[in-house]
Protein backbone atom coordinates (compact mmCIF):
# COMPACT_ATOMS: atom_id res chain seq x y z
CA UNK A 1 0.00 0.00 0.00
CA UNK A 2 1.40 3.49 -0.61
CA UNK A 3 2.14 5.53 2.11
CA UNK A 4 -0.53 9.03 1.68
CA UNK A 5 0.86 10.52 4.77
CA UNK A 6 3.91 11.93 3.42
CA UNK A 7 4.26 15.66 2.71
CA UNK A 8 3.23 16.11 -0.64
CA UNK A 9 3.49 19.19 -2.80
CA UNK A 10 2.10 22.42 -1.00
CA UNK A 11 0.42 25.43 -1.55
CA UNK A 12 2.12 28.41 -0.49
CA UNK A 13 -0.65 30.99 0.75
CA UNK A 14 0.49 34.69 -0.52
CA UNK A 15 -2.43 36.66 0.61
CA UNK A 16 -5.61 36.22 2.51
CA UNK A 17 -8.73 38.40 2.58
CA UNK A 18 -11.81 37.76 4.50
CA UNK A 19 -14.71 38.42 1.80
CA UNK A 20 -17.18 37.53 4.27
CA UNK A 21 -18.35 36.98 7.74
CA UNK A 22 -21.45 36.31 10.17
CA UNK A 23 -21.96 35.14 13.66
CA UNK A 24 -21.33 31.54 11.90
CA UNK A 25 -19.06 31.28 9.48
CA UNK A 26 -16.33 33.70 7.56
CA UNK A 27 -15.24 33.18 4.14
CA UNK A 28 -11.81 33.91 2.74
CA UNK A 29 -10.23 34.45 -0.01
CA UNK A 30 -6.46 33.20 -0.85
CA UNK A 31 -4.04 34.57 -3.51
CA UNK A 32 -1.31 30.82 -3.77
CA UNK A 33 1.31 29.31 -5.17
CA UNK A 34 1.04 26.10 -6.37
CA UNK A 35 3.82 24.04 -6.21
CA UNK A 36 4.97 24.55 -10.34
CA UNK A 37 4.83 28.73 -9.16
CA UNK A 38 1.87 28.86 -10.69
CA UNK A 39 -0.69 31.19 -9.05
CA UNK A 40 -4.34 31.21 -8.44
CA UNK A 41 -7.29 31.36 -5.96
CA UNK A 42 -8.77 29.74 -3.15
CA UNK A 43 -11.96 30.58 -1.47
CA UNK A 44 -12.27 28.70 2.11
CA UNK A 45 -15.11 28.59 4.56
CA UNK A 46 -13.74 28.86 8.21
CA UNK A 47 -16.25 27.34 10.87
CA UNK A 48 -15.30 25.96 13.90
CA UNK A 49 -15.24 22.73 14.59
CA UNK A 50 -17.83 20.26 16.17
CA UNK A 51 -19.07 16.79 17.39
CA UNK A 52 -21.20 14.50 16.52
CA UNK A 53 -23.06 12.21 19.38
CA UNK A 54 -24.18 8.41 18.93
CA UNK A 55 -26.74 8.14 21.66
CA UNK A 56 -27.19 4.09 21.60
CA UNK A 57 -29.45 1.87 23.53
CA UNK A 58 -31.60 -1.40 22.82
CA UNK A 59 -29.10 -1.65 19.46
CA UNK A 60 -30.54 1.37 18.29
CA UNK A 61 -29.86 5.16 17.92
CA UNK A 62 -31.75 8.43 19.35
CA UNK A 63 -32.03 10.64 16.35
CA UNK A 64 -33.17 14.20 15.57
CA UNK A 65 -34.56 15.75 12.39
CA UNK A 66 -35.39 19.44 11.84
CA UNK A 67 -35.38 21.40 8.41
CA UNK A 68 -32.27 22.21 6.52
CA UNK A 69 -32.07 25.53 5.00
CA UNK A 70 -29.57 25.09 2.14
CA UNK A 71 -31.02 21.39 1.27
CA UNK A 72 -34.87 22.79 1.21
CA UNK A 73 -36.12 19.93 3.32
CA UNK A 74 -36.52 17.83 6.80
CA UNK A 75 -33.72 15.57 7.44
CA UNK A 76 -32.62 12.92 10.07
CA UNK A 77 -29.07 12.64 11.71
CA UNK A 78 -27.51 11.69 14.67
CA UNK A 79 -27.04 15.01 17.34
CA UNK A 80 -24.10 16.88 16.25
CA UNK A 81 -23.08 20.77 16.61
CA UNK A 82 -20.40 23.15 17.81
CA UNK A 83 -20.03 25.32 21.42
CA UNK A 84 -18.32 28.41 21.54
CA UNK A 85 -15.24 28.30 23.14
CA UNK A 86 -16.02 24.90 24.18
CA UNK A 87 -13.25 23.76 26.73
CA UNK A 88 -12.78 19.81 24.68
CA UNK A 89 -14.77 17.90 22.27
CA UNK A 90 -16.10 15.66 24.95
CA UNK A 91 -17.86 19.01 26.55
CA UNK A 92 -19.07 19.80 23.05
CA UNK A 93 -20.66 16.22 22.72
CA UNK A 94 -22.22 16.08 26.40
CA UNK A 95 -23.51 19.53 25.97
CA UNK A 96 -24.89 19.05 22.29
CA UNK A 97 -26.51 15.54 23.26
CA UNK A 98 -28.11 17.27 26.26
CA UNK A 99 -29.56 20.40 24.21
CA UNK A 100 -30.65 18.87 21.26
CA UNK A 101 -32.18 15.47 23.39
CA UNK A 102 -32.15 15.43 26.89
CA UNK A 103 -29.88 12.76 27.01
CA UNK A 104 -27.56 12.31 29.21
CA UNK A 105 -24.53 9.97 28.96
CA UNK A 106 -22.64 8.03 31.65
CA UNK A 107 -20.27 7.16 29.16
CA UNK A 108 -19.25 8.95 25.76
CA UNK A 109 -16.77 6.98 23.92
CA UNK A 110 -14.48 8.88 20.91
CA UNK A 111 -14.49 6.62 17.61
CA UNK A 112 -12.15 8.94 15.66
CA UNK A 113 -12.06 12.67 14.49
CA UNK A 114 -12.48 13.53 10.47
CA UNK A 115 -12.34 16.20 8.31
CA UNK A 116 -15.90 17.92 7.14
CA UNK A 117 -15.80 18.94 3.18
CA UNK A 118 -11.98 19.35 3.17
CA UNK A 119 -12.68 21.13 -0.22
CA UNK A 120 -13.71 23.41 0.83
CA UNK A 121 -13.32 23.73 5.04
CA UNK A 122 -10.85 23.23 7.45
CA UNK A 123 -13.34 22.20 9.78
CA UNK A 124 -13.35 18.85 11.70
CA UNK A 125 -15.26 16.66 14.32
CA UNK A 126 -15.05 14.47 16.60
CA UNK A 127 -17.23 11.43 16.82
CA UNK A 128 -18.74 10.23 20.41
CA UNK A 129 -20.49 7.19 20.95
CA UNK A 130 -22.95 7.78 24.08
CA UNK A 131 -24.02 5.23 25.83
CA UNK A 132 -25.56 4.81 29.65
CA UNK A 133 -28.36 7.14 28.47
CA UNK A 134 -30.82 8.94 30.83
CA UNK A 135 -33.75 11.17 29.51
CA UNK A 136 -34.26 14.55 30.58
CA UNK A 137 -35.79 17.98 29.23
CA UNK A 138 -33.90 19.05 26.16
CA UNK A 139 -32.20 22.64 26.21
CA UNK A 140 -32.73 23.35 22.36
CA UNK A 141 -31.33 26.75 21.23
CA UNK A 142 -33.87 29.00 19.50
CA UNK A 143 -32.99 27.91 16.06
CA UNK A 144 -33.86 24.63 16.83
CA UNK A 145 -37.22 25.01 17.72
CA UNK A 146 -38.44 22.66 14.45
CA UNK A 147 -36.52 19.81 15.88
CA UNK A 148 -37.57 16.93 16.78
CA UNK A 149 -36.35 13.60 17.66
CA UNK A 150 -37.07 9.64 17.59
CA UNK A 151 -35.53 5.92 18.09
CA UNK A 152 -34.83 3.88 15.72
CA UNK A 153 -33.44 0.52 15.39
CA UNK A 154 -29.95 -0.39 13.92
CA UNK A 155 -31.76 -2.15 11.32
CA UNK A 156 -34.84 0.71 10.84
CA UNK A 157 -31.06 3.36 10.69
CA UNK A 158 -29.57 1.50 8.12
CA UNK A 159 -33.02 1.05 6.00
CA UNK A 160 -33.32 4.63 6.75
CA UNK A 161 -30.06 5.64 4.71
CA UNK A 162 -30.45 3.59 1.55
CA UNK A 163 -34.05 4.85 1.48
CA UNK A 164 -32.42 8.37 1.39
CA UNK A 165 -34.44 9.65 4.84
CA UNK A 166 -30.39 10.12 6.40
CA UNK A 167 -28.17 11.99 3.62
CA UNK A 168 -26.45 13.57 6.39
CA UNK A 169 -22.92 12.38 5.53
CA UNK A 170 -21.39 13.13 9.11
CA UNK A 171 -24.17 10.74 10.30
CA UNK A 172 -23.38 8.21 8.03
CA UNK A 173 -19.45 8.95 8.60
CA UNK A 174 -19.89 8.62 11.87
CA UNK A 175 -22.18 5.30 11.33
CA UNK A 176 -19.15 3.70 9.59
CA UNK A 177 -16.76 4.52 12.29
CA UNK A 178 -18.66 2.39 14.68
CA UNK A 179 -18.77 -0.25 12.55
CA UNK A 180 -14.94 -0.04 11.69
CA UNK A 181 -13.91 0.30 15.49
CA UNK A 182 -16.03 -2.64 16.39
CA UNK A 183 -17.99 -0.91 18.94
CA UNK A 184 -21.27 -2.57 17.83
Do not use: C
Not at 20 to 48: A, F, K, L
Amino acid sequence: MTDVSGPGPTIRTLDSMVVYTNPWISVREDRIERPDGSHGIYGVVDVPDFAIVMPMENDGFHLVEEYRYPVRRRTWNFPQGGVKDSPSPLFTAHTELTQETGLRATSMTHLGRLDNAHGTTGQNYDIFLATGLTAGAHEREHTEQDMRQGWVSRTEFEQMILDGAITDSNSIAAYAMLLLRGAL
